[in-house]
Structure formats: C-alpha cells, structure tokens
Nanobody, 115 residues
Framework: QVQLRESGGGLVQPGGSLTLSCTTS????????MGWYRQTPGTVREWVAT???????NYVDDAKGRFFVSKDAAKKTLYLQMNSLKSEDTAVYYC?????????WGQGTKVTVSS
C-alpha cells in the first residue's frame, strides 16, 4: 500500500515562494515515478511536474523556470519548490506515485496565492 502525505501549503502573496513536501517510503521515492498535480474546483486535475527514479524531471510549460521538483531518498520525501507564484497557481496540489499501471495519490495540500 502506497501512502503519500503532502504538507507545506498555505497562503502566499503573488511573486512569493513556497515549498511543498510529500512524505512516503524510501522504496517509493527510489523506485516510483513521482509527480505533482493540481486541481481547482470544477476542473480536471492538471499535471505539474514529474521526477523519475533516476532523477529526470519534466514540467508543464507554465511551471518551467518557476517550479522545481526534487526528492531526498534519505528523508523519504518529494519536494516542489515554487517560485514567482501567480494567482493562477492557486489550487489543491497532489503528490502522486506511479509504477506500471498503478498510480497512488496523497490527500492534497491547498495553495492560495493572493494579496
């Protein structure tokens, strides 16, 4: 059973930064493709960033140069560093872990970008 627990969400002003964390197990961090998604009310969940077991990263165009995904196996944690935040980044952010056809999700952490 894959367990993922996000934290780090909150209220931040436009232009500010925030780092999200997703705590799981070392096996998940080192052998699963992990990622971040976000969702606003009434919309589909949107992919934001991915990091493979080898550490390769990929981002949605809007996040490139502003968001950075990383992981620390010793801390069993996935991170999403978000910079230059915009109001449009307001959403619930979800951590995901995928291997083969199975994808697991965390419960989400809310990010609000507002002055």
């Amino acid at each position: 059973q894959v367990q993922l627990r996000e934290s780090g969400g909150g209220l931040v002003q436009p232009g500010g930064s925030l780092t999200l964390s997703c705590t799981t197990s070392m096996e998940i961090v080192t052998t699963y493709t992990m990622g971040w998604y976000r969702q606003t009310p009434g919309t589909v969940r949107e992919w934001v960033a991915t990091i493979t077991p080898s550490g390769s990263t990929n981002y949605v165009d809007d996040a490139k140069g502003r968001f950075f995904v990383s992981k620390d196996a010793a801390k069993k944690t996935l991170y999403l560093q978000m910079n230059s935040l915009k109001s449009e980044d307001t959403a619930v952010y979800y951590c995901s872990a995928r291997r083969a056809l199975d994808t697991s999700w965390g419960q989400g952490t809310k990010v609000t970008v507002s002055s």
